[in-house]
């Protein structure tokens, strides 16, 4: 074998991988200055090869990268190979590239040789979703405090009403329509109360991180819903069709259960047609996935093609009326979704609305 020819075609071969490469590719001496630098790296840097080689490294590296980068150095000549290490480059025009090296000294030459590769997007990503989190982390506290002031605030009102309504003598109430409608009333600034009160409960679990997972009695829920909203399904001439023959205990959170079919029934009725009675159908089946709630009303429905990509969104509102806020449906697919469900709709303009909701039972 010619071993001249040989070693001549192996440096060329070896030219050529250095100058294709789309990696980073270099070669820096103990003394901190780069001896060779590849295409790719002088098209990432902007500088020219001269002015890449007259300074020392460091004078490109980021200021706040100069430490540790040097500590990491240190190692490197101590006979330390270098795996995945991260720091940040400050190129000719000003631009920050984060570079992640991988660099193995050669102690005899007084080389070191490194490959590396631009991480800039992964760590623009990884900033985006921090961002997120940090941002997401603050209105999640934000919320939490809302709703305890709420909660704790309206206390002192109703507790106010409740006493005022102890202090009524029925007895002197002759009109049986007057006891009536005052004894609705005070069932319901009860309820209002136990209300108010279980999500101050349910905020301290949740503080504890405790989900509250229970079987909870969908018939249960629904009726206790129904008999404190008794004046306006009576008003409405609200219609139910209940059947939870198939399925009647459910294992999920008795607080987020009760929110979601409340949530659900008032929109009913809120967004019935006018002149025509709401209808509300809510049946609970086995699915192949675990367990079903279908409810369905003949309301006004909406146009999906135009909004359902923003139904379950905050502060989305697809009517004029007066008490629509775009909360309701907002927490109904949070509180499924914490918990691992799913919620899908089905609807038509002028012709009702269908919610699937699925648990995994």
């Known amino acids: 074998m010619d071993t001249d020819n040989y070693t ?3 440096d ?5 991988f250095f100058s294709l490469s789309h990696d980073f590719l270099c070669i820096a001496g103990f003394d901190g200055y780069f001896r060779k630098i590849n295409p790719a790296f002088i ?4 500088y020219t090869e001269e002015e890449l080689f007259s300074h020392p490294i460091r004078h490109f590296v980021h200021p706040l990268d100069k430490v540790k980068t040097a500590e990491t150095r240190a190692k490197i000549l101590e006979g330390i190979p270098l795996v995945h290490f991260q720091n940040r480059y400050i190129t000719k025009s000003g631009k920050i590239v984060w570079l992640t090296w991988t660099s193995v000294p050669v102690p005899e030459k007084k080389l070191i040789y490194a490959i590396s590769k631009n991480i800039t997007h992964l760590k623009k990503l990884e900033e985006d979703r921090q961002y997120r989190i940090l941002n997401l982390t603050s209105v999640n506290s934000g919320l939490t405090k809302l709703s305890y002031t709420t909660a704790h605030d309206l206390r002192a009102p109703v507790n106010n009403l409740i006493s005022l309504i102890e202090l009524l003598d029925f007895k002197k109430i002759e009109n049986e329509e007057t006891q009536l409608y ?5 069932k319901s600034v009860l309820r209002l109360k136990s209300t108010l009160n279980d999500q101050i409960d ?4 949740n503080q504890l991180l405790k989900l509250g997972l229970e079987p909870v009695n969908i018939k249960e829920i629904v009726y206790n819903i129904i008999d404190s909203l008794e004046s306006i399904i009576e008003n409405t001439g609200t219609i139910f069709e209940i059947e939870f023959s198939e399925i009647e205990i459910l294992r999920f959170n008795k607080f987020y259960l009760h929110s979601i079919f409340l949530n ?4 009913s009725i809120k967004y019935s047609k006018p002149g025509i009675a709401p209808q509300i159908s809510i049946v609970s089946k086995r ?3 675990g367990i079903e709630i279908q409810f369905s009303d003949n309301g006004i429905g909406l146009d999906m093609e135009e909004n359902g990509n923003k139904l379950f969104e905050l502060h989305q509102v697809f009517t004029d009326h007066q008490d629509s806020k775009g909360i309701g449906l907002y927490l109904v697919k949070s509180y499924m979704t914490s918990l691992g469900g799913t919620i899908k709709v089905s609807s038509e303009k002028n012709a009702g ?3 699937y909701l699925c648990f995994r039972n």
């Open 264 to 267: 659900l029934i008032t929109n």
């Open 43 to 46: 098209n990432l840097m902007g």
């Open 12 to 16: 060329l071969d070896l030219e050529l």
């Open 182 to 186: 005052l004894d609705m009333l005070g």
């Open 353 to 355: 609305t269908t919610f």
């Open 8 to 10: 001549q075609k192996t």
């Open 202 to 205: 349910h905020l301290r679990e």
């Open 287 to 289: 699915s192949a996935t």
